[in-house]
């Protein structure tokens, strides 16, 4: 019988994950989560922006009926915490997605399933809660795409998140310097039964870029083709430029994610927090907007909530959380990042996520 999984000794805050977790990943497994592309630049500034930001504390305000309950997209959650799409759970943990879809069932928490998963979209959503989105990379051959869509629905995923600022990285230099290669087992299960397409040959002085890796990438025309081959809403994760936050918008996109991949696209690009209130101002309020980059406590949700975000996403912390303790690893983090907003937002005189707003924040002050 396996040993049942406990709370490691010295958890007191969710980032306390992140700081086990060279004890609990091989050295190489951690690069590889940790990184991003290039140097790194970006992974960096994802974490450096929530800095920037200080939280101004009010006085007299009655919270006792404070809550951070809120409906995004159709979902009453209880807390603004979303699990963050990540590819190749067994990486972390032996149950790899299927812990996560565990934990978020056990505490309310919306996941969204990635098509890299180690576990099939099947098999997640029966061990998720029904707050639950499938994110989406496009195939080359849209057969397989169609298929995807297809799976989702009858599996009951809520909506689809269409990733569409990957479809180029370059690799991490600190998980190359590692040595690190993809353990042979993680293979994304979603994509087993597909038939890889042809590699198509460059001609003489093509790219290897603009002709090769970039030959299939997404354009508007895949995104109208999606929208009129599902019945489910489209959100669009990857989201940075205002321009192109208005542009799908009125395209009827249903929501988007303002995102840097986690730093594993351009590196040098500006943080995700830094780019928030560009993409909220440009499609104003009520149009649901969520943030993924860098977020290791309650504090920093709480900036990102100011800013303009309605909900977060969690990736790197996630895993963190899974290679600690499975399944109960993850839903503790979620705990404690949900207890970290609610005593932010206390001293801040927020009784609820309405409340909080860009005049709870201040440039913090050089150290």
């Known amino acids: ?75 009453a959650l209880p807390h603004p915490f979303l699990l963050a799409p990540v590819a190749h759970g067994l990486l972390a943990h032996p149950q790899a997605e299927i812990a996560t879809a565990r934990a978020a069932a056990a505490t309310g928490t919306c996941l969204m399933a990635s098509t890299l998963t180690s576990n099939t979209l099947e098999e997640i959503a029966d061990s998720a809660g029904p707050s639950r989105l499938f994110q989406l990379y496009l195939q080359e051959n849209r057969t397989h795409t169609l298929d995807l869509l297809r799976r989702a629905e009858a599996a009951g995923y809520r909506a689809i998140v269409l990733t569409l600022d990957a479809h180029l990285q370059l690799p991490s230099r600190s998980a190359l310097a590692t040595g690190f290669a993809m353990p042979l087992e993680c293979v994304p299960a979603n994509l087993a039964s597909y038939t890889p397409s042809p590699a198509t040959p460059l001609a003489e002085g093509e790219s290897r870029i603009f002709q090769g890796a970039m030959r299939h990438a997404p354009t508007w025309d895949e995104l109208r083709w999606l929208m009129q081959h599902t019945r489910l809403p489209l959100w669009v994760k990857g989201v940075a430029h205002p321009d192109d936050a208005r542009a799908l918008k009125d395209a009827g996109v249903a929501g988007l994610i303002v995102s840097n991949h986690g730093g594993r696209g351009l590196d040098g690009s500006p943080a995700s927090l830094a780019m928030l209130p560009g993409v909220r101002a440009a499609v104003g309020p009520g149009y649901p907007v969520l943030m993924d980059g860098g977020v290791r406590s309650g504090a920093d949700a709480f900036k990102a909530l100011a800013l303009g975000a309605d909900a977060v996403l969690i990736g790197r912390l996630q895993l963190y959380a899974l290679a600690a303790a499975g399944a109960l690893g993850v839903a503790h983090m979620i705990q404690l990042l949900t207890e970290e907003l609610h005593a932010t937002m206390a001293q801040a005189g927020c009784a609820q996520l309405a409340d909080i707003t860009p005049d709870h924040l201040i440039p913090a002050l050089p150290c």
Do not use: C
């Open 1 to 75: 019988m396996a040993t049942p999984e406990r709370i490691p000794v010295g958890i007191a805050n969710a980032i306390d994950y992140e700081r086990l977790a060279p004890q609990t990943l091989e050295a190489g497994r951690l690069a590889y989560i940790a990184g991003g592309s290039g140097n790194d630049v970006t992974v960096r500034a994802n974490r450096a922006a929530f800095g920037h930001w200080a939280i101004v504390p009010r006085l007299l305000r009655d919270v006792r009926a404070g809550h951070s309950r809120l409906v995004l997209g159709g979902m």
